[in-house]
């Protein structure tokens, strides 16, 4: 089955830690996106890949940083520098700018 | 930098008709999608329409698309308690790549 896997659905961290959320895509699409989305709001773009090996800032990049060594894969450092990380973080791929198919959600929660 | 709004809640009773509405500021937006969410999951791709349509219809779902008053909508037929979420209706313009700007959410309540 083609798609998109987010793990660990639910993660607990203590304030201060780095913690590293895993998407991965069989999909075979070039572009990946990271979302965080907040009750009551919509999706905000944390950063997006178009291609391995290269990425760029979305609206919300401070505090989070992001590799894409391998075209299936995009993992998300949220960094203790992030001052509000508790929300549900989506994962999204697309071929090149078109339709974002979306993952199941890796809700983080940091006390 | 642009908007994309819509109302925050419809209830609608089984069997009847929902109509979600979106209004967008970006007059050069391409492409204008429907997205689902059901409680504690990922979103589902619904439909899309290209900024040159002015309707779309996929079996229950129709989108009807006002370029001229930026206005957005997607009617579901014959509602079914399985169409309970929030749907989230999300723009893309000519000039921002892959980007999409999204809506805050419409939740949808089924009655029976």
């Known amino acids: 089955d083609g798609g998109i896997t987010q793990s660990p659905k639910y993660l607990f961290r203590k304030e201060g830690q780095n913690v590293t959320l895993s998407c991965e895509q069989n999909?075979?699409?070039?572009?990946m996106y990271w979302y965080r989305q907040d009750p009551g709001q919509g999706l905000r773009l944390i950063y997006y890949?178009?291609?391995?090996?290269?990425?760029q800032k979305g609206d919300i990049a401070e505090g989070y940083s992001v590799s894409r060594e391998k075209k299936e894969s995009f993992p998300l450092t949220v960094t203790s520098a992030q001052k509000n990380p508790t929300a549900f973080y989506l994962c999204?791929?697309?071929?090149?700018?078109?339709?974002?198919?979306f993952g199941p959600g890796t809700r983080l929660t940091v006390t | 930098g642009e908007d994309v709004e819509q109302s925050l809640f419809l209830s609608v009773r089984e069997g009847d008709s929902s109509v979600i509405n979106c209004t967008y500021t970006d007059s050069s937006s391409t492409y204008l999608y429907w997205y689902k969410q059901e409680p504690g999951a990922g979103l589902q791709l619904l439909t899309y329409i290209f900024s040159n349509m002015d309707m779309k219809q996929d079996q229950r779902l129709t989108v009807l698309l006002n370029k001229k008053d930026k206005h957005l909508s997607l009617r579901i037929a014959d509602t079914q308690t399985g169409d309970s979420a929030i749907y989230f209706c999300?723009?893309?313009?000519?000039?921002?790549?892959?980007?999409?700007?999204f809506g805050a959410g419409t939740q949808v309540v089924v009655t029976p």
């Open positions: 999909l075979n699409h070039d572009a």
């Open positions: 890949s178009q291609i391995v090996n290269d990425f």
């Open positions: 999204a791929s697309s071929i090149a700018g078109s339709e974002q198919y």
């Open positions: 999300a723009e893309k313009s000519a000039d921002s790549w892959g980007k999409l700007q």
